[in-house]
């Protein structure tokens, strides 16, 4: 891939609000033709209109990305329109928060299917272009969740673990073609819409608590990924910290987060159960932010998490020095 990503063609999924937004507005600064891809037609649309004020083409493609079908259509479209496909990036994904056995399978299977599945379906669509290119880079939005599963979102973190090595296992099967690059994204805890989509099975408020990642900085990641393509990247600081820290002390790291996040829902606020936009598009978050980084509430259980995960840090750091 050139430096400059002026007149290139980039596919986004996800792209009708939080970090698929922020990656459209970022790629169309830089020059760059999108098609989008999102579940909401209307909100697509219009995120497609502000990424034209650029001075690029911004096509909206209603799209699931569940249905493989679907996905088709989308790399079809955008190598019609513009000939072939430069950057494809899986950005789509739902979560939810409850008690395993109490939320129902199909909640779970959802969270899979939107994950998984959907970074699978966008994949094997794309795939097809780039092998008959020879070129080309396909980016996936995972998160640090996948190094280390916090409780009550179970599905969430098998999805999470298994886009990983999927991602890992397509990188394998594509060495022999070195112009087409496999990038993974792992964001630690994003101020996104993503907290009012997901679904809620606890009855209590969800409100992410500090350090809270602006969507911008994952979008600059991606950026920067397609311009100069490595395995991956991680966005803000509690994602690397807390793979280091897992991997030197897992039973330690696990202990400190799941005591701060059970804290935190023994004194959230109680909410409705809700499904969330897991079967169908939901009319509110079409913002780039959450709006979340703006509230205080749900900074004590961050915070103590941090506090706890310094502690395991310094705890593992000894433990090395000694066995050492």
């Known amino acids: 891939m050139p430096n400059s990503l002026r007149n290139t063609t980039v596919v986004i999924t996800g792209a009708s609000s939080g970090i698929g937004k922020a990656a459209a507005f970022a ?21 497609a209109e502000e990424a034209q004020r650029y001075g690029v083409h911004a096509i909206a493609v209603p799209s699931d990305v569940t249905d493989l079908e679907d996905m088709r259509q989308l790399a079809s479209t955008a190598a019609q329109r513009f000939g072939g496909i430069d950057v494809w990036i899986n950005n789509a994904g739902i979560g939810l928060v409850g008690p395993f056995a109490d939320v129902p399978m199909e909640s779970h299977r959802q969270v899979v ?72 994204v792992f964001p630690a805890v994003i101020d996104t819409p993503g907290y009012q989509h997901g679904g809620n099975y606890m009855g209590k408020e969800l409100k992410p608590g500090s350090p809270l990642v602006a969507p911008e900085r994952v979008a600059d990641a991606m950026v920067g990924l397609a311009k100069h393509p490595r395995r991956g990247v991680t966005v803000g600081a509690m994602a690397p910290v807390t793979k280091f820290m897992h991997t030197l002390a897992p039973a330690l790291t696990e202990a400190v987060m799941s005591r ?38 749900g900074g004590n259980v961050r915070s103590l ?9 310094s705890i593992a750091a000894v433990g090395a020095l000694v066995r050492r």
């Open 305 to 313: 998490t941090l506090a706890g995960l310094a502690a395991v840090a």
């Open 27 to 47: 790629f169309a600064a830089q020059g760059a033709n999108l098609v989008l891809g999102a579940r909401r037609d209307e909100a697509l649309f219009e995120v």
């Open 260 to 297: 701060a996040l059970k804290h935190y829902f023994r004194r959230a606020a109680p909410a409705p159960y809700t499904h969330g936009s897991l079967f169908e598009p939901i009319r509110q978050g079409t913002g780039t932010s959450g709006g979340y980084r703006r509230q205080t509430s």
């Open 113 to 184: 299917e939107t994950n998984l599945f959907g970074s699978m379906n966008g994949t094997h669509a794309v795939l097809p272009y780039f092998l008959d290119q020879q070129y080309g880079t396909l980016i996936t939005n995972i998160s640090f969740g996948a190094w280390i599963a916090p409780p009550f979102a179970a599905a969430y973190a098998a999805s999470k673990a298994g886009i990983e090595g999927f991602t890992q296992s397509i990188r394998l099967e594509l060495e022999d073609w070195p112009e087409i690059h496999v990038c993974d």
